[in-house]
């Protein structure tokens, strides 16, 4: 298939920068290369009608680490790595905030609080041997971030959140949550203002190096242009194979409206690798991918039963057990993952470049690399 003069001239224009995947990476890429290139010059492709990984189907944690999460990154990787990833994830919301506006992605500053069940043990840390860590964990994040006792002990969780059968809790002051559904309407906004095309519903299959061009092969037809953008994220791996980055499925749910609610606020259980927070009168419940493995490297939407047995057992016994609700919704997004947690930004041929990798962090990081991808291009041009 072919594309016709009125495609070409009409939808695809002059496309000399080319970006694939209208995430927020993607998107944020967009908005900094046309603050040095000409706007109408750049064209942002996305496969899907929203975006297809992670950016419309995340749970909408402003999120930066739990304390067990980041304990156990001190411990498998360099105090500097460390550092580096909290900075970005802290420096990467405030750009995210200062972009949009809180009002327009609903920004709240709620907090984050890690729980500690008793029924279950912590895999992998004990509610009294992360007490004893905070501490460290609190001079660790004044020197990364130069925010004072980020972390501190939550007592009484029966009287303040209706929660039984827990050990104790750990709060993180600066966390928060945003509506995703927002967030994403503006970013969009904000990219097509500046007139940068969208184009939807093109999968890009290869593309390949020529002399001063690249040449895109989509499942709709060939184009080429000048430069090219990867920001695929979790669906990398066609695209850029020898890269360090495979998929990560996550399973979230929704339940129905719940009367009196008293779960309000953003929570983490489990290293971080299961989350709930309140929408609305709602409670949202996620992840789990660690009670199956590997089963859950794969782009393939829908849910393991394994993972969607625990959750829901997990809401009925521990969050809710006095409450009457259903699942209202159901949906699966993406992550991307690989052996190191840091992002992977650089040049994929001399006129290709990708930011990937987002370690499940991307509405945390996707703004800060998003200008990070388009800095790399900036200096590597001499704009």
């Given at each position: 298939m072919e594309f016709s003069y009125w495609e070409r001239r009409s939808?695809?224009?002059?496309?000399?920068?080319?970006?694939?995947?209208?995430?927020?990476?993607?998107?944020?890429?967009?908005?900094?290369?046309?603050?040095?290139?000409?706007?109408?010059?750049?064209?942002?492709?996305?496969?899907?009608?929203?975006?297809?990984?992670?950016?419309?189907?995340?749970?909408?944690?402003?999120?930066?680490?739990?304390?067990?999460?980041?304990?156990?990154?001190?411990?498998?990787?360099?105090?500097?790595?460390?550092?580096?990833?909290?900075?970005?994830?802290?420096?990467?919301?405030?750009?995210?905030?200062?972009t949009l506006g809180d009002h327009n992605i609903d920004y709240q500053h709620c907090g984050g609080l890690e729980l500690f069940s008793e029924n279950e043990k912590m895999e992998g840390k004990d509610f009294e041997e992360v007490l004893e860590s905070l501490p460290m964990l609190n001079t660790f994040m004044e020197e990364a971030i130069g925010e004072k006792a980020v972390y501190h002990e939550v007592s009484?969780?029966?009287?303040?959140?209706?929660?039984?059968?827990m050990q104790g809790g750990i709060n993180n002051r600066l966390e928060g949550a945003i509506d995703t559904g927002k967030m994403m309407k503006s970013l969009t906004a904000k990219v097509n203002d500046l007139g940068i095309r969208i184009v939807r519903g093109m999968e890009l299959l290869?593309?390949?190096?020529?002399?001063?061009?690249?040449?895109?092969?989509?499942?709709?037809?060939?184009?080429?242009?000048?430069?090219?953008?990867?920001?695929?994220?979790?669906?990398?791996?066609?695209?850029?194979?020898?890269?360090?980055?495979?998929?990560?499925?996550?399973?979230?749910?929704?339940?129905?409206?719940?009367?009196?609610?008293?779960?309000?606020?953003?929570?983490?259980?489990?290293?971080?690798?299961?989350?709930f927070r309140n929408i609305g009168d709602r409670l949202l419940l996620g992840g789990g991918r660690h009670w199956a493995g590997a089963e859950e490297n794969t782009l393939e939407h829908g849910s393991n039963p394994i993972i969607e047995k625990k959750l829901l057992s997990l809401l009925r016994e521990d969050l809710l057990p006095k409450n009457d609700f259903k699942i209202d919704y159901q949906w699966s997004g993406f992550l991307g993952l690989g052996n190191k947690k840091s992002p992977i930004?650089?040049?994929?041929?001399?006129?290709?470049?990708?930011?990937?990798?987002?370690?499940?962090?991307?509405?945390?990081?996707g703004s800060e690399i998003g200008r990070q991808l388009a800095q790399l291009f900036f200096e590597e041009h001499s704009f």
């Open positions: 939808f695809l224009g002059n496309a000399k920068y080319c970006i694939i995947g209208g995430g927020i990476v993607g998107l944020s890429t967009a908005l900094n290369l046309a603050q040095g290139l000409p706007a109408s010059e750049i064209v942002i492709f996305e496969k899907s009608p929203f975006s297809g990984g992670g950016s419309t189907k995340n749970a909408g944690f402003a999120c930066f680490g739990s304390p067990t999460e980041v304990l156990s990154d001190l411990q498998s990787m360099s105090k500097k790595e460390c550092t580096d990833l909290i900075r970005l994830r802290f420096e990467g919301l405030k750009l995210l905030r200062s009484h969780l029966q009287e303040s959140h209706a929660l039984k059968g290869s593309f390949d190096e020529q002399d001063g061009s690249v040449d895109l092969h989509f499942d709709y037809g060939k184009i080429s242009c000048e430069q090219l953008f990867i920001c695929t994220n979790s669906m990398s791996q066609v695209l850029l194979p020898n890269l360090d980055v495979h998929p990560g499925r996550n399973t979230v749910l929704l339940t129905s409206p719940i009367p009196r609610l008293k779960l309000k606020g953003t929570f983490h259980m489990f290293e971080g690798y299961v989350y930004i650089q040049k994929v041929g001399n006129h290709s470049f990708c930011a990937v990798r987002m370690g499940g962090m991307g509405v945390a990081i």
